[in-house]
């Protein structure tokens, strides 16, 4: 006779953990699709399916809410670019690789919700004080993943960091012009700007790389 099994029931922690995430998942959503000042708690309650009592449980006030969303929208970006900055075509040749995840990033929906609170943070102190020191704990860790690709390829630090900070200001204009004007050239203005990189060798790379 088959043994029946009984369903594990999930702990108060899990609960509660899987209550929070569905919180800030409807705040990333409701960012996205409505702006900061758009955003409400209480259609962030519904779409979380959560009272307000529950929702204030773990997030006091919208502020609370977006912070949290923040921090987790750069916390799963983090951990893509690390990943693909590790990658054995990212350390064989990282230009073209950095070039890729940057425009990946930009051009994501995590960006669009970044791009929407850093405008918010310009008027709104906390905010501002509070988005700051994630966004730069972000850019470390992805540096410091990235400049570890370009020396495993021999790359120069100082060439590095200059190939990689001109990508990202190039492609962080390109995206957000995108936003405006669709992507159909995308494709082409980042092989030109390839093209152009590779105009400028690494003076310093190490012989046989």
């Known amino acids: 006779m088959a043994t029946k099994l009984t369903p594990v029931r999930p702990s108060q922690e899990q609960r509660s953990d899987a209550t929070r995430e569905r919180l800030i998942k409807a705040t990333i959503d409701c960012i996205?699709?409505?702006g900061y000042?758009?955003?409400?708690?209480?259609?962030?309650?519904?779409?979380?399916?959560?009272?307000?009592?529950?929702?204030?449980?773990h997030f006091r006030t919208k502020l609370d809410?977006?912070?949290?969303?923040?921090?987790?929208t750069y916390e799963q970006a983090t951990e893509d670019s690390v990943a693909a900055a590790a990658s054995p075509a990212a350390r064989s040749d990282p230009l073209p690789a950095f070039?890729?995840?940057?425009?990946?990033?930009?051009t994501g929906p995590r960006y669009l919700v970044q791009h929407e609170l850093v405008n918010a943070a310009r008027t709104t102190e906390e905010?501002?004080?509070?988005?700051?020191?994630i966004a730069d704990a972000f850019r470390h860790k992805v540096n410091s993943a990235w400049l570890a690709a370009f020396k495993s390829?021999?790359?120069?630090?100082?060439?590095?960091?200059?190939?990689m900070e001109l990508t990202v200001v190039m492609v962080r204009g390109l995206a957000l012009g995108s936003f405006l004007r669709g992507r159909d050239r995308d494709a082409a203005v980042l092989r030109l700007w390839k093209e152009v990189m590779a105009r400028f060798p690494d003076e310093g790379r190490r012989p046989g790389r």
């Open 99 to 106: 070039v890729q995840d940057t425009y990946r990033f930009y």
């Open 65 to 72: 809410l977006v912070i949290a969303a923040a921090a987790y």
């Open 127 to 133: 905010l501002s004080k509070a988005i700051r020191p």
């Open 32 to 34: 996205a699709e409505k």
């Open 37 to 57: 000042a758009g955003t409400a708690t209480a259609e962030i309650n519904e779409r979380a399916g959560v009272s307000s009592g529950a929702r204030v449980h």
């Open 153 to 163: 390829a021999g790359h120069s630090q100082g060439w590095s960091e200059r190939a």
